[in-house]
């Protein structure tokens, strides 16, 4: 494994380009559970994997319905207000720091990228501590509406402050487009990246285990020395993708990815940083 970490490490430090992906398994060091592990959410409860896929149902045919849902249940992920990152945000924060890390496209709606200090965070699935309008895009922090009030008032659902119509969670529902800022970003940092550390995701949940496949599609032409003297050119794959995660995914089996890191993001990311830092010495 030391050899994998110095491997990483110097691939990130020769990049021009590098973003992370991220997934759950990430966010399970900070003591949130994941949806599909073998302790599950809904490994646990298949009945919440029912009703998460009507949701978004419900609010494009009553919003209020909707809000009267959400405001009655608890939350499945537990108290993520107190929820603290690990070291394998802090090291991810720190890699934007060192100027090397240029974006984090997450799938977890947790936050806790931003508690962390990354700065150019795209929440791929929305994020708990917003709202958003379906309507215009816009979002809304939590606190800008007291939608307790509201449903004591009578007065549910909350309405957008800009376009007037209803507005939901900025978590992204079953069945629920991606919100296209978020996908349009997304697409065009795979597409431009050199490095892409996917970490603590299965790579299973479309369309966000699409991104490692579109930037594993970007060639560049690259001059090599061929035995006769002559120099060739040839195309080459354009993006490094590394995989830091417990188990093989799709990307491994497939060779979409270059190498899997395998072991606890809390553990392999602050040891990709620190060797970072002693190359640069």
């Given at each position: 494994?030391?050899?994998?970490?110095?491997?990483?490490?110097?691939?990130?430090?020769?990049?021009?380009?590098?973003?992370?992906?991220?997934?759950?398994?990430?966010?399970?060091?900070?003591?949130?559970?994941?949806?599909?592990?073998?302790?599950?959410?809904?490994?646990?409860?298949?009945?919440?994997?029912?009703?998460?896929?009507?949701?978004?149902?419900?609010?494009?045919?009553?919003?209020?319905?909707?809000?009267?849902?959400?405001?009655?249940?608890?939350?499945?992920?537990?108290?993520?207000?107190?929820?603290?990152?690990?070291?394998?945000?802090?090291?991810?924060?720190?890699?934007?720091?060192?100027?090397?890390?240029?974006?984090?496209?997450?799938?977890?709606?947790?936050?806790?990228?931003?508690?962390?200090?990354?700065?150019?965070?795209?929440?791929?699935?929305?994020?708990?501590?917003?709202?958003?309008?379906?309507?215009?895009?816009?979002?809304?922090?939590?606190?800008?509406?007291?939608?307790?009030?509201?449903?004591?008032?009578?007065?549910?659902?909350?309405?957008?402050?800009?376009?007037?119509?209803p507005i939901k969670g900025d978590v992204?529902?079953?069945?629920?487009?991606?919100?296209?800022?978020?996908?349009?970003?997304?697409?065009?940092?795979?597409?431009?990246?050199?490095?892409?550390?996917?970490?603590?995701t299965s790579s299973v949940v479309y369309?966000?285990?699409?991104?490692?496949?579109?930037?594993?599609?970007?060639?560049?032409?690259?001059?090599?020395?061929?035995?006769?003297?002559?120099?060739?050119v040839e195309e080459v794959a354009a993006?490094?993708?590394?995989?830091?995660?417990?188990?093989?995914?799709?990307?491994?089996?497939?060779?979409?990815?270059?190498?899997?890191?395998?072991?606890?993001?809390?553990?392999?990311?602050?040891?990709?940083?620190?060797?970072?830092?002693?190359?640069?010495?």
């Amino acid at each position: 494994m030391e050899s994998l970490i110095e491997r990483a490490a110097r691939d990130l430090a020769s990049s021009h380009h590098a973003i992370a992906l991220t997934g759950a398994g990430i966010s399970t060091e900070s003591g949130i559970p994941d949806f599909r592990g073998p302790s599950g959410i809904w490994t646990k409860d298949p009945e919440a994997e029912r009703r998460a896929y009507q949701t978004y149902h419900i609010f494009l045919n009553d919003p209020k319905e909707y809000w009267e849902e959400i405001l009655a249940r608890l939350s499945l992920l537990g108290d993520l207000e107190n929820a603290k990152p690990n070291p394998g945000h802090h090291a991810l924060a720190e890699l934007e720091k060192m100027g090397i890390l240029k974006c984090v496209v997450t799938q977890n709606v947790d936050g806790l990228h931003d508690k962390a200090g990354s700065q150019r965070v795209l929440e791929y699935h929305g994020g708990v501590f917003k709202l958003r309008c379906p309507s215009c895009g816009s979002r809304f922090s939590r606190q800008e509406y007291d939608v307790e009030r509201l449903r004591q008032e009578g007065q549910l659902p909350p309405l957008c402050r800009k376009c007037g119509s209803p507005i939901k969670g900025d978590v992204v529902h079953f069945n629920e487009p991606i919100p296209s800022d978020i996908a349009h970003e997304s697409l065009d940092e795979a597409w431009k990246c050199d490095l892409m550390l996917i970490c603590g995701t299965s790579s299973v949940v479309y369309p966000f285990a699409q991104l490692p496949r579109i930037a594993r599609q970007r060639k560049v032409e690259k001059e090599q020395k061929a035995q006769s003297g002559l120099y060739l050119v040839e195309e080459v794959a354009a993006t490094t993708i590394i995989e830091v995660n417990a188990e093989p995914t799709p990307l491994t089996r497939e060779g979409i990815s270059d190498y899997l890191i395998q072991g606890r993001t809390a553990e392999i990311l602050p040891k990709i940083v620190e060797t970072v830092k002693e190359l640069s010495r």
